[in-house]
DNA sequence: AATTAATTTTAGACAAAGCTAAAAAATTGT
DNA sequence: ACAATTTTTTAGCTTTGTCTAAAATTAATT
């Protein structure tokens, strides 16, 4: 698998996440920074090597054998985030543009020998599960503040929006992954919530609260 | 620099290690598994961005731009491996093949961390010294066992074959990097050689007398 | 010194991955 | 239902790195 391949098949894999359909030509070129003539060309690529089903002007679908090959890319991306954050110091927002370049190595010990070195972690420090070697992993159970009622309480476990700016506000706001919130009041006319940290309580803007996920510790 | 630039400047490095004079078209299209007519090609786009002096006919070196880019390659890989060996237990013989992917992620404070997480070693496990950030390192003055007279004392650091044949050799004869020898006997008929190893001493072939590096700590 | 041999370079082609511009299919609006 | 719009595909061209075959240069041999 070139290098290539393997980004547009993470890229497809991501599109159809959650909202399983088949994925657009559009979707896959802005996904990509690409143009969408570019993208039927891999498209039909991997169309021949069975890594996706594809009929023409009908979008694109992961085959199985494209859907393992995304979970592993991903357990690697994953793995190698894990890496840098716990063993490097590097902190929760660098670790993403350097492991979309480690994640491309090809070496099945080093994945499971780094896998053993950090002690088999269930997670990546966003918070986002890392599927097994079978590509088997548990959906995490995470929900944006917005998402959650007065009274909720979980584990701050990630982001969805992961601007330079925003993860400024977070550190300037002293909120990092791990630490625990409880939703103490919610705003009717903004959407603006007051949340617990341990060093007090803050307001945030809705657009922040659309942003912050939360694994859920204790839901009433 | 794209992945096969960085290949070739780390190519004409190693042919012009020792021998300081400038390197052949031949030699560098041996080393890259490639034709002299693809060398030919990224000579001069490597001599377009001055990394490398070029003229015609004349064979090829590297500018000191060329050599720091090549030094650079160096650290990372050797630091990669010394990972590989002290953190994730690879085996001495295993780690030169992911090194070489490795080698290649660019981020400045991924080798910065890695280079700290490693407590800044001066060596990589086949005992060659680990160039710093500006491209200076010490010369070790490893010796092969063939060179040496009886009564040479040393630290195995390294191999020139690294065949996987040669290894299992080394392997099955409790050989390996970090332990000390001596020089007790050269015969004279064939060049083998009896050394002291720590389960006793062995005699050893030429052959293998020429591929074993000892850095010197004694020589009489 | 001249011919042969080896090395190196050029010229022309190819595969991968991308682009632009234009054609074809699907979708939308009325 | 049909015209307009959007999406997708095709066709043809570019770049990077490679190749083969042939030409040019250098080295070797007699």
Redesign the interface.
């Given at each position: 698998m070139t290098l290539s391949e393997e980004d547009y098949i993470k890229a497809i894999y991501h599109l159809s996440e959650f909202n399983s359909t088949s994925v657009a030509t559009n979707a896959i070129a802005e996904q990509m920074q690409t143009k969408p003539s570019s993208v039927t060309d891999m498209v039909k690529k991997l169309s021949e090597k069975s890594l996706v089903n594809y009929k023409k002007y009908q979008g694109v679908s992961l085959s199985e054998k494209g859907r393992l090959v995304a979970l592993s890319i991903i357990r690697k991306h994953r793995l190698w985030e894990v890496f840098?954050v716990d063993?490097?110091?590097?902190s929760w927002d660098?670790v993403h543009?350097?492991a979309e370049?480690?994640e491309h190595?090809?070496?099945d010990?080093?994945i499971d020998?780094?896998d053993a070195?950090l002690g088999y972690p269930k997670v990546d420090p966003h918070g986002d599960p890392i599927p097994n070697k079978d590509g088997v992993f548990t959906k995490s159970i995470k929900k944006l503040i917005s998402e959650l009622p007065v009274g909720s309480q979980g584990v701050c476990v990630g982001v969805n929006d992961s601007s330079a700016a925003f993860l400024k506000f977070l550190d300037k706001n002293k909120i990092a992954l791990g630490d625990t919130f409880k939703i103490l009041e919610i705003e009717e006319f903004d959407g603006s919530v007051t949340i617990s940290t341990r060093s007090g309580s803050i307001r945030i803007s809705k657009q922040i609260a659309t942003n912050l996920y939360l694994d859920i510790v204790d839901e009433e």
């Open positions: 840098l063993k490097l110091n590097f660098e543009v350097v370049q480690l190595i090809k070496s010990t080093l020998k780094l070195h």
